[in-house]
């Protein structure tokens, strides 16, 4: 039989809130099971790139990286967000290990090729190296990954959290009964944006589809539920989208998707 693991994108507002941080990552530290966790940091990096002089561009919720502000992108997610969470959870008592996926070749991209759109120093995802991974949870510890890869060619490139969250579900489900959560401020998919209790309890592809259609979806949900439903249909056990509650009680309200 194959042990659980749970593996955590945290993003959005509890980022942003230390209050909120500190308490996801008390309960994050507090799951008995092998765990990993995921985070980005997109606010902290455009408002320092900002402070620069530097725009930021998104298209679909999708950020547009530029040689300048890949700089920063890898500063505040590969270094100050990554160092502070990683010395949150020592605090906890839990052995985390920050990581982008270029430490010990962990997860391997290519730059994302022109088509409509050029946007710039952003990677797509080519290999998990689950050998180090499981090395790491063999050992207890937690690896906590940025959204910061590489190409093996000495080029770091930004990398979509969410998507990094649901490869490493996918390649770790060969070997772990894997449950992919993604955390942030809302308790769920919504169908209204404005009514925080309007949440999707289940949502199913077909409905997906239909509610893009109608915009009811939209944005920055575009891709994180493309990457929810590509992970259950290669192999994840589990998707489920809510708040950092569900992470200390699994009966609050969420949206779990299924294929």
């Known amino acids: 039989m194959k042990k659980q693991l749970y593996i955590i994108k945290i993003g959005g507002n509890c980022i942003d809130n230390p209050n909120e941080l500190d308490t996801f990552l008390e309960n ?18 455009t408002q320092i790139s900002q402070k620069l002089g530097i725009i930021s ?101 930004n990398t979509n959290a969410d998507t990094i969250a649901s490869s490493l579900a996918v390649a770790l489900s060969q070997d772990y009964e894997t449950t992919l959560i993604y955390c942030f401020e809302k308790k769920g998919v919504l169908r209204d944006t404005e009514d925080e209790n309007s949440i999707i309890s289940t949502l199913k592809f077909q409905e997906y589809q239909e509610l893009k259609e109608q915009e009811i979806i939209y944005q920055g949900m575009i891709p994180k539920l493309d990457n929810c439903f590509d992970a259950l249909q290669k192999g994840v056990q589990k998707v489920i989208i809510s708040n950092i509650d569900f992470i200390k009680n699994t009966d609050s309200e969420h949206t779990e998707i299924l294929s």
């Open 28 to 45: 994050f530290a507090a799951l008995s099971v092998p765990k990993i966790l995921i985070h980005g940091g997109g606010k902290i990096a």
């Open 57 to 157: 561009k998104l298209v679909e919720g999708r950020r547009i990286t530029s040689k300048e502000e890949l700089e920063v992108v890898t500063m505040v997610y590969a270094g100050l967000i990554n160092k502070k969470i990683v010395s949150n959870l020592q605090s906890k008592n839990c052995n985390a290990l920050g990581l982008s996926g270029a430490d010990a070749n962990s997860i391997l991209s290519k730059k994302r090729p022109v088509k409509t759109i050029d946007y710039g120093f952003v990677g797509d995802i080519e290999k998990i190296n689950t050998e180090i991974i499981d090395v790491l949870l063999q050992k207890n510890i937690t690896p906590v990954f940025s959204a910061i890869t590489h190409d093996k060619n000495g080029t770091l490139l």
